[in-house]
Every structure is written in structure tokens, then in C-alpha cells.
């Protein structure tokens, strides 16, 4: 396990309350082994990191795309802060070399391990909010997750891609689209929807997400560049 101090350093802020970001790292599986730890697990720094994001990613798109809708402003949005992208992110940092979890957890991999560094970059965005303020906050947020806007709205990938993958399926194929859940995981509060799409009887991809609405467009998303269609 690497040293708190290591991440610090990485993202360049001096945690005042060192606890804040230990907890950030630590996963409700983790408590449920180590009952008489006295530790906090991560999901009310989840919490909060998801509203602080929410409005810091709002307000960036806010004034770099002033001529955009509220629709595609919303769009924009819902593309960045997906769980895909925060997972690819934590992962470029590092997050699972510091991630406290049960013996369980710590073998899965995939999605289950994606839902589990998505939240855990939620949290990372609450502990520092809490400990530096919002701007220091924002800053972290400003490194990592809004240069990849760029990207986004040069490829499309802002599209609704539930409608652009019906389109393409009839047009093609001459079918549309079926979605399926495929399981529902976590409790009520925080619940992860695993859901594949498919083509007539043939599943195409799969997608994940905190809804099904949102598990059904990364479906979608990776259906079409599966098929060839983006």
C-alpha cells in the first residue's frame, strides 16, 4: 500500500487533515472487515464530491461554450462526469494503489472495479473541498477532467447516443434496439445498473451507470463504436 504522502504530492495539495483523505481511499467493504477500525468509509465524501463537481464542471461549461443550450450544455455535462471517465481518471492517478478494500473487492475487476474508482475520484473531490475549500477543489478538477472536453465535442460523443444507435440500427439492420438490465448492485442510496443492448437476440455491448438511463447510453455508446457507426 503506497503512502498517502505519494498522492499528495501527485496532485499537489498538502492534506491539513490527513484523515480526510484516508477516508476518501476507503471502501464500505473495508469497514465491514475491520469492524473495530473506527474508520469512515467513503460514501458521504461521495456525496459531497458529486454536488462540488456537479456545479464546478457546470460552471466551466457555463462560460466556454456561451453560444450552447442548456440541452447541450446538459449533454456536455452528463459525457464528462460519467463513470467511465472517472474511473479512466482515477486511474491515470493511481487511486487503486491507495484504495482500502475487502478481500472480496480487492479481486474484482472490470466494471465492478470502475463503479469503485469512479466513486472513489468523488470522494477525492469532497476531502479536498473540505479540507482546502472550493477553488482548490476546482483546480483538481480543472487538471484531470476538463481538458477531455475538448474530445468530446469534437467526436460527438455528447450525442444522445441511445437515438443515434436506434437511427443506425434501422437504417442498417432494420431492427431496433432492446435494452436489458442485467443486474442491479449497492443499496438503495447508491445503487450501480449493469445493462446490455441488443439487436434482435444478439447482445452487442453492455454499459454501466449509477441509472438505467445512464447505464443504457454507455450501452449505446459503445454499441455504436462496436459496430462501426459513430
Do not use: C
Not at 66 to 84: H, K, M
Not at 102 to 114: I, N, P, Q, W, Y
Amino acid at each position: 500500500m503506497n503512502k498517502l504522502e505519494d498522492f499528495e504530492e501527485q496532485i499537489g495539495v498538502s492534506f491539513k487533515n490527513k484523515s480526510l483523505l484516508q477516508e476518501a481511499f476507503t471502501h464500505r467493504s473495508y469497514i465491514n472487515e475491520h469492524r473495530g477500525s473506527k474508520m469512515h468509509h467513503n460514501e458521504r465524501l461521495e456525496f459531497l464530491g458529486d454536488a462540488v463537481l456537479e456545479l464546478a464542471v457546470t460552471k466551466f461549461l457555463y462560460e466556454k461554450f456561451p453560444e450552447s443550450t442548456e440541452g447541450d450544455l446538459t449533454a456536455y455535462r452528463a459525457a464528462l462526469v460519467n463513470a467511465v471517465t472517472l474511473s479512466d481518471i482515477s486511474r491515470k492517478l493511481n487511486v487503486n494503489d491507495f484504495m482500502l478494500l475487502s478481500k472480496g473487492e480487492a479481486k474484482d475487476v472490470g466494471r465492478a472495479r470502475d463503479a469503485i474508482l469512479a466513486n472513489a475520484y468523488e470522494s477525492i473531490v469532497g476531502a479536498i473541498y473540505l479540507d482546502q475549500g472550493f477553488e482548490a477543489a476546482e483546480k483538481f478538477i480543472a487538471e484531470y477532467l476538463y481538458p477531455l472536453i475538448e474530445k468530446i465535442v469534437e467526436e460527438k460523443l455528447w450525442l444522445d447516443a441511445k437515438s443515434h444507435f436506434q437511427e443506425k440500427a434501422q437504417e442498417h439492420e432494420g431492427v431496433t434496439p432492446q435494452y436489458k438490465t442485467m443486474e442491479e448492485v449497492g443499496p438503495d442510496h447508491d445503487k450501480n445498473f449493469k445493462v446490455g443492448v441488443y439487436l434482435g437476440n444478439q447482445l452487442v455491448s453492455g454499459g454501466e451507470g449509477r441509472s438505467k438511463q445512464e447505464a443504457e447510453q454507455e450501452a449505446a455508446r459503445r454499441a455504436l463504436e462496436k459496430k462501426g457507426w459513430l
